[in-house]
């Protein structure tokens, strides 16, 4: 997927710090939490980004020691602003299984979306990461 991104998002993935440790929550305590320590690192590399240059978007926080997230989202259009909660929980097979990002105030709204308010995040949303 790294090959069709667009030459900005290239740079900007580029300033985000890698993650090494291929851990998950299944994984030894001391492994997973190197994982969510690099994650932790590279949510606030990110934040920071955005924040300087004056597009950020989220917000985000770990829950039950990382296993879940929780934050807030928002788009501006026409010069209103919209804004949602989100969350997810970590799988089980992680890093290797993709979270299910879930938008509840969105349910039923759009046909991107899973019961419960998940984002389709296949044919329908292709996010940058």
């Not at 949510?43 to 955005?50: D, E, K």
Request: hydrophobic share 35%; aromatic share 14%; proline share 7%.
């Amino acid at each position: 997927m790294a090959e069709t991104w667009d030459p900005k998002t290239r740079q900007t993935v580029g300033k985000i710090p890698l993650l090494t440790e291929n851990a998950g929550p299944r994984d030894a305590k001391e492994k997973w939490d190197a994982r969510l320590k690099q994650e932790l690192q590279a949510l606030i590399t990110y934040i920071q980004m955005n924040k300087d240059s004056d597009t950020d978007w989220f917000t985000i926080q770990p829950e039950d020691g990382g296993k879940a997230w929780k934050g807030k989202c928002w788009y501006v259009h026409n010069f209103i602003k919209y804004e949602f909660d989100f969350r997810f929980d970590v799988p089980a097979a992680y890093p290797t299984v993709a979270p299910e990002i879930e938008l509840p105030e969105l349910e039923g709204k759009t046909a991107k979306m899973y019961r419960g308010g998940k984002i389709c995040l296949t044919i329908h949303f292709k996010p940058l990461w």
